[in-house]
């Protein structure tokens, strides 16, 4: 059986045949550290990658996590950050839910090259359906992902995995509460959510502790994300990978939408620390 006919729904099979693609071009690339996101500008000297290992320090740092923790990490990449994690922080293990099959692969082999493979064990699954016992998990963290989820299922789903008082920790985006009619308009954008709706769907399960706009912050990567993109499409177009060259390009296309978005905040990006009930 395919590893998409597992998956619940045509749109989560597109972002994880979407997610695919990029593991292959950022092997194919050499690309040094497999981070997928738009990163976090904490000094105008920041490099790319480093904006990117930023975003997911603020995540880990947010997420208060201790020697025993037990921690989730969902949508997790090619993993790059969960290495990051392992070597700044000390934790008890930590279980990755990714629904791109071939970032599952790289993360595990990784794992395994560096002997990590019992403190970190990346699975092929749906953040909206964990396989893991209820009450479980002390963190669960989802950086630049929750955008992808059925968010009331997730919301659901991660209250419970989590042990009383436990932590969903996000670097999540959505739309301006001046943009719901947009959700209405398709699946992808309902999954995006705007604000109100998205926090009245979590309040449900847990206590907001904060939320921290990082728009700013965000700008800069989400700006050189696009002309990064459009440099490896001129110079890296081959026809044999013409469906990977097509969803960057469409990649680009929303980034730079997003990066519009965030210079006039109509697109949030927040920080959130929430704690289950
Ligand atoms: C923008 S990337 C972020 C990757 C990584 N967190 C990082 O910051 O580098 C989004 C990730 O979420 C994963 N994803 C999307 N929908 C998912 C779902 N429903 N459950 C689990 N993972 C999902 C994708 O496969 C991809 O790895």
């Known amino acids: 059986m395919s590893a998409y006919a597992k998956l619940d729904s045509p749109l989560t099979e597109f972002v994880a045949r979407q997610y695919?693609?990029?593991?292959f071009l950022l092997e194919d690339l050499n690309k040094e550290?497999?981070?997928l996101n738009y990163g976090f500008r904490r000094s105008s000297q920041d490099s790319y990658e480093t904006k990117q290992a930023n975003l997911c320090m603020l995540v880990f740092e947010a997420a208060?996590?201790?020697?025993d923790s037990v921690l989730v990490d969902v949508g997790f990449g090619s993993g790059e950050q969960d290495f990051l994690l392992a070597s700044?922080?000390?934790?008890?293990?930590l279980i990755g839910f990714n629904i791109a099959e071939s970032q599952v692969r790289y993360a595990n082999e990784r794992a395994k090259t560096e002997k990590?493979?019992?403190?970190?064990?990346?699975?092929?699954?749906?953040?909206?359906?964990m396989e893991m016992p209820a009450k479980s998990a002390d963190r669960v963290m989802a950086v630049e992902c929750a955008f992808y989820f059925d968010r009331p299922r997730f919301y659901k789903e991660a209250a419970r995995v989590l042990k009383k008082n436990g932590l969903l920790v996000l670097a999540d985006i959505t739309f301006h509460d001046s943009l719901a009619f947009l959700t209405r308009r398709a699946p992808d954008l309902a999954r995006v959510s705007h604000r109100s709706a998205n926090q009245a769907s979590w309040e449900e399960?847990?206590?907001?502790?904060?939320?921290?706009?990082?728009?700013r912050e965000a700008r800069p990567g989400a700006q050189e994300t696009v002309s990064m993109i459009l440099k490896w499409l001129f110079r890296h177009f081959k026809r044999s990978q013409y469906s990977a060259w097509k969803t960057l390009w469409n990649m680009a296309v929303s980034t730079q939408i997003t990066a519009l978005g965030f210079a006039t905040g109509l697109i949030h990006y927040d920080?959130?620390?929430l704690r289950k009930r």
């Open 205 to 215: 399960y847990f206590e907001t502790v904060k939320i921290q706009s990082i728009n």
């Open 33 to 35: 550290r497999k981070y």
């Open 88 to 93: 700044k922080f000390k934790f008890k293990e």
């Open 20 to 23: 695919d693609d990029f593991q």
């Open 116 to 129: 990590l493979q019992k403190k970190l064990k990346f699975k092929h699954g749906q953040a909206e359906k």
């Open 64 to 67: 208060d996590i201790k020697p």
């Open 271 to 273: 920080l959130i620390v």
